[in-house]
């Protein structure tokens, strides 16, 4: 199997899964609320999306900011861009987890608001399911599983 193919079943993966997870919690705390079901529905998809969207803008900031010093000490674009692309992915990866907890609380409480179940047991279940969440992304992350759907060769740039 491809490793594009292999993304993609894991994202949807992912995607599909963590819905039905997030509308099985919601649905068994507040059995007869549709706003509830919502929440949990877009909960770890929408976790999913911001956590990878922080990640590939925090690399591109960062790798901004190393070609920016790269080509102010080499005095050169072309052997700045070089170095570049010896360094590799940058780090950062972490705001994975970071993204899928703060989702997940905010969803947390709102479901506490609409549940009778005490509403830090509530909070903290869901600040559970996003920190575990998390961590598989992160782990996947680590794995280079989602390295193909964003580095490209660059084109258009001309070495000196």
Do not use: N
Request: charge should be neutral; glycine fraction near 16%.
């Amino acid at each position: 199997m491809s490793g594009f193919v292999l993304t993609g079943v894991t994202l949807l993966a992912l995607t599909i899964g963590g819905s039905i997870v997030g509308v099985a919690l919601s649905r068994l705390l507040v059995p007869q609320s549709w706003v509830a079901a919502l929440v949990g529905f877009f909960m770890l998809p929408g976790a999913l999306a911001l956590g990878l969207s922080l990640w590939w803008g925090l690399a591109d900031f960062v790798g901004l900011l190393k070609l920016l010093r790269g080509t102010i000490r080499s005095r050169s674009l072309g052997r700045s861009l070089a170095e570049q692309d010896k360094v590799g992915w940058p780090g950062g990866r972490g705001v994975l987890i970071l993204a899928s907890e703060g989702v997940c609380f905010v969803s947390g409480i709102v479901i506490a608001l609409l549940s009778k179940q005490h509403e830090l047991a509530v909070i903290g279940g869901y600040a559970a399911l996003g920190l575990g969440y998390g961590v598989i992304v992160f782990l996947l992350a680590g794995r280079g599983l989602f390295d193909g759907l964003l580095w490209e060769e660059p084109v258009g740039f001309v070495e000196d």
